[in-house]
């Protein structure tokens, strides 16, 4: 990136009482020095915040004698900050060491790209944390109307919290569809930033640029998925129906998933029936689907594992199953791993642990169809298989709605 010596980022924190700036992020020369920290007031980091701007400092320890302690020459730091709620609580920095070629606008450019991606990235984990506590505020009330039911409280205390949990319902679904509006409009902007700088930039910038770009895709994809989840709950989608070939969708899955399984060196292997198979279904909703699961296989199956996906058909019916040899799932949360927001212990300690709403949005995806759904795994460690059954007729499918779709 920008032919840095060494990369970082740095996030506010405390430490003994006192505000400091705590590199969460190394890379190159400095990496060794992960978790460091420098004092909030009186820091490279901490003047740029104050500035609320980018800059480029040369030969910064006349100004911070303590970083000579870090045992690395710098002869120059580029820094940008980045902000979360309008507030700037980090910064992206780049180090160069003596000898190496100065930075120069466009690295400054490009450093500010990746700050502004950082600022998105924390906007979104605090929408995570958001949407836990909808969800752990939910699950409680769930707790108290079992209490109430079970000790036989009267009626109107039944009617009461039911419509509180409607309530709250309707708002989490309100607060999910406007996350997934204010989320897209920066994104846009910051990938066409993207677009826009890699027609300049030279070979050491272009990594860089294209880690932005890869990131915002995934990004743009989970928030597609989350807007989706919303809009099926509320009863906003229509199925575009039509006879199709099965093997033409899968086809497109694997494409769109392709990406992952190269990425990880994942053995895919496809079994059809050589006879077209044909289906009423909603071509790019069931395309969504299928790669929905074999991008979930990808993500929780090791490196080099096995990928299968095979489709059979009945008189009556249509099945498709992905199945890997990746880190299974544990029984006790088989009947509950479609549920929103849903994730075991397993996936939680993997980088790609994601907000858990693929499935969900799978199953509701397949139920539109007027099809199910289902997942099988041996445990942990033994892979797992998810199989979705689909009606061939037409007089299956029904809008989000409840009306029939075609």
């Known amino acids: 990136m920008t032919g840095a010596d060494s990369t970082g980022l740095s996030l506010e924190d405390e430490c003994d009482g006192q505000p400091v700036f705590r590199w969460v992020a190394t890379a190159g020369e400095l990496r060794p020095h992960l978790h460091q920290t420098l004092p909030r007031d009186f820091s490279p980091c901490g ?90 505020t939910t699950e409680r009330r769930l707790s108290e109307v079992s209490g109430i039911f079970m000790q036989g409280n009267d009626d109107t205390e039944h009617e009461r919290v039911l419509r509180e949990l409607q309530e709250a319902d309707r708002r989490k679904d309100a607060f999910l569809a406007t996350l997934g509006h204010e989320l897209r409009n920066p994104l846009g902007t910051i990938r066409l930033a993207t677009h826009l700088l890699q027609q300049s930039a030279t070979e050491a910038q272009k990594g860089a640029i294209a880690i932005i770009e890869r990131q915002s895709s995934a990004l743009v994809t989970l928030i597609d998925d989350l807007t989706d989840l919303t809009s099926i709950r509320r009863g906003k989608v229509v199925l575009a129906s039509s006879w199709i070939n099965v093997q033409d969708v899968l086809a497109a899955a694997v494409e769109v998933a392709r990406p992952l399984l190269e990425k990880h060196q994942h053995m895919l292997d496809v079994a059809l029936p050589p006879a077209p198979m044909r289906l009423y279904a909603d071509q790019a909703r069931l395309t969504q689907v299928l790669a929905n699961l074999l991008n979930n296989a990808a993500k929780y199956t090791p490196r080099g594992g096995s990928i299968s996906v095979r489709a059979e058909e009945t008189e009556r019916h249509v099945e498709l199953s992905v199945r890997d040899t990746g880190i299974g799932i544990d029984p006790s949360v088989l009947p509950t791993v479609f549920d929103m927001f849903m994730q075991s212990a397993q996936a939680l300690d993997r980088a790609q642990g994601g907000l858990g709403i693929g499935l969900a949005l799978v199953r509701q995806l397949v139920e539109l169809h007027g099809g199910q759904v289902m997942a099988r795994s041996e445990g942990i460690g033994k892979g797992s298989e998810f199989i979705v059954l689909l009606p061939r007729d037409e007089e299956a499918g029904v809008t989000g709605d409840g009306k029939r779709a075609g």
């Open 47 to 136: 003047a740029v915040v104050q500035a609320g701007e980018g800059m480029l400092m040369r030969d910064p320890a006349r100004y911070f004698p303590y970083i000579e302690a870090l045992g690395t020459p710098i002869q120059e730091v580029l820094l940008a900050p980045f902000s979360r709620a309008g507030r700037a609580i980090g910064t992206v920095w780049a180090v160069l060491e003596p000898g190496s070629k100065p930075f120069d606008a466009e690295d400054l450019r490009v450093l500010q790209s990746l700050a502004e991606f950082a600022g998105m990235t924390a906007q979104s984990s605090d929408a995570l944390c958001t949407l836990n506590i909808a969800r752990d």
